[in-house]
């Protein structure tokens, strides 16, 4: 019997070089790689090390625990910075960057520095208008007015970040700007950190001593609406494990969604909801077999989905669908038809894939 595991292709080569793109639209300024949630759950060691091999020398997770995995992965030497923040002393050593997210982060960290007699590396959160972590507009008043409350950090950036990057003419992105201006002019000079993906294509105005791409290495568009100017990344497929005839009027899966209106071939493959192939594109997804698209029938199941073949002549069990990338949706296309985004299509790509690091 075939091997009826999909297989998730992720091109190492193409995230390299959707961050070097970046890195020339940003230059002199510094990029950084976002490799929160596994890189997006791509494999966050395999693709921090081909971004530091193409130069990338920052790194962000969100958890401690993710930052502790990368410095093994990684060795010494590039930074990493820890979104969500750390207490001092909680990354053993590993050399982790904390960002400060409250007054209260600011405080306990510059207290531990004081008291090392070493000042603690840190960056410096400033929310202007996420309402999510940062430094809130009293408390950055507070730190505007007293400088000293500082003494004990050697802060490395300070950051903050936007709300509506992807939305080029929200009225936010300015206001954001002007609010991250107006604060870092209060603060002691301190290098800043500010564009995500789609803040890189927001203008001068958003550029930043070091900007913070996520999303567009791993290929999702960070100019919605427009052509994406990244290379794709991810190619997801899987072989077919059996082929059925049925009859008109049969139907097909739990809850009988879908009846047959004609006599019918239906493909079944070892992808389901369990692997990250949302139920709710039940009757909405699609699949490549060369070039023909077909469409997905009946409801998503935990490890299985059923395709009309029907209009495929010759195929055979055994023979191969594409569910993502190439002649099938990028996960830009299949999140529009989940109703959802990029990055929650790439975040949720099951663990049971056999993954392949290689061309796409
Ligand atoms: C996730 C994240 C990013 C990266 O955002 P993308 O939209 O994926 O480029 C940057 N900064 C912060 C604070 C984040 O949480």
Redesign the pocket.
Known sequence: MMDPSAVLHIDLAAIAANWRALAMRAAPRAVAG?V?ANA?GLGAVPVARALNAAGCRHF?V?HLSEGMSLRAGLGAGPIIAV?DGFAPGADEDAGLVPVLNSLGDVLAHAAAGRSAGRAQQALL?LDTGMAR?GLDAGEQARLAADHSLLVGLDLLYV?S?LAC??EADHPLNAEQAARFARACAALPKLPRSFA????LFLGADYASDLA?????LYG?N?TPGAPNPMLPVVRLEAPILQIRDIPAGASVGYGASFVAARPSRIATIAVGYADGYLRCLSGQGVVAYRDMILPMVGRVSMDLITLDVTDAPGIAPGDVLQLIGGAAPSPDDLAARAGTIG?EILTSLGDRYRRIYGAA
């Open positions: 976002v929160k997006y962000f969100a979104l959160h972590l950051m970040h990057a992807d995500n993906s789609s803040g913070r791409p996520g999303c567009a999702i960070p990055y």
